[in-house]
């Protein structure tokens, strides 16, 4: 009976031995898949960026930060520092990112910093697909931080070569006002202000390359969405 009883219990050790091994196994190519599944989606500077975001958050004291701006390259390439001073900014922009990029990257860039205002411009990478997923953001973010003020800008308009492509921007901005509206936050329309009215496109001096900001492009933009930081800041 003795015997039998150590054989009993010897056999429970390996089959919990086992088990783990089976179930740390299950978790590392859990955890390997999803990297994948990120490289392949979102691809590699999209991966460094938010690896990047999440390593830079250790070091920031979550609600010390009075605007992060949360885009693509627009966002990516844009000096916060020399556009909107005296405000303590943060740049959350990943260049040839989407609305889907921006949504499975809340955490890193919004909820982790606590910021007082947002402000996101994000949608003409995936001009088509955009509402695929934008109200999921705007949802999440009102969810996830109730106490932080969301300003959306439009998107701009494209510049002379890709001018033909302005009808389905005007379109997806009247959409992205509704929404906006919806959840009641605040809408900035930047389209307007970088609009020429006679070329239907965005101003030569505005745009490096008919779709990316020149200095002057981003001193347009700041001109109309620094008064907005500064009401909603008080």
Known sequence: MRDTYKILIKA????????????????????????????????EYYCMKVKQFRYDNASIEPGSVDVAF????LTDLCDLDKYYQPYNTINRGISGDTTDG?????????YALNPKVIVLLIGINN?????NTYEAILSELTKHLPNTKI????????GTGLKQMNATVEIQNKRLKTLVEKYQ???????SALLNETTHAMYDKYTTDMLHFSDQGYQVISSVVRPVIKELLG
Not at 13 to 34: P, Q
Not at 70 to 73: A, E
Not at 151 to 158: E, F, K, N
């Open 185 to 191: 936050l605040r809408y900035v329309d930047i389209y």
């Open 102 to 110: 921006v949504l499975n990257r809340l955490d890193s860039s919004a």
């Open 70 to 73: 949360i885009g693509d390259s």
């Open 12 to 43: 429970g050790i390996i089959f919990l031995i086992m088990a783990i091994i089976v179930l740390v196994s299950h978790f590392v190519g859990l955890k390997n898949e999803i990297a994948k599944r990120e490289n392949t989606d979102f691809g």
């Open 127 to 131: 001009l088509g697909e955009m509402f």
């Open 151 to 158: 300003i959306v800008l439009s998107l701009a308009p494209l």
